[in-house]
């Protein structure tokens, strides 16, 4: 085999062995929840359908929080996202969902300035240093759990563990894909 070729081939194993090796720890390390304490869960939005209503993904999210703080995990709850398209923010509609299934005002963090995953690191990390909170525990689908852990981290929070939402659809195959670049986009910023 010419030298080339098998220098090529050589680089497309050990890449897709790399791309193979990160999605699979990406899957374990979002699919196997921590519940241990934390000083606040940080739930990341999704998409407020134009009636105002929670798309499943959201909502998913929501419930898992819901149980988490039921179940003692954290008295306290960041919601955050942005401005979604079909004109509501994403982080009161989280609120509403809360308030209305038993969870205190008082016991929510609204952030309707977190449009990205960075952004909503950023924001906690300004309401955690403020408050003097040290640990958190986010809660957003599998796939997410383990760039949003590492953007917390870097937003200087000392501990961070993760928790899935029991929702699942065929485009989060697509997503888990794209989490590879992005993961490895901020690892390396």
Not at 70 to 89: M, Q, T
Request: hydrophobic residues 45%.
């Amino acid at each position: 085999m010419h030298p080339v070729k098998c220098l090529l081939r050589s680089i497309f194993w050990l890449s897709s062995s790399w791309v193979l090796l990160h999605l699979l720890i990406t899957t374990a390390d979002g699919l196997l929840d921590t519940t241990e304490p934390a000083d606040c869960l940080v739930v990341l939005g999704n998409t407020v359908n134009a009636d105002g209503s929670l798309s499943a993904r959201l909502q998913a999210r929501l419930d898992k929080a819901l149980e988490l703080y039921k179940a003692g995990v954290s008295p306290l709850i960041f919601v955050s996202g942005g401005l979604g398209k079909e004109g509501h923010y994403e982080g009161t509609a989280m609120q509403r969902y809360l308030v209305a299934k038993g969870v205190p005002s008082m016991a929510i963090v609204v952030d309707n300035a977190g449009n990205n995953t960075l952004a909503t690191a950023r924001n906690f990390a300004r309401i955690a240093h403020a408050r003097n909170l040290s640990s958190a525990l986010v809660v957003t689908q599998f796939f997410h759990v383990t760039r949003t852990k590492l953007l917390l981290r870097q937003q200087g929070i000392a501990t961070v563990e993760g928790a899935h939402a029991e929702y699942v659809e065929w485009r989060d195959v697509y997503a888990l894909l794209r989490e590879f670049f992005a993961y490895y986009a901020y690892r390396l910023a």
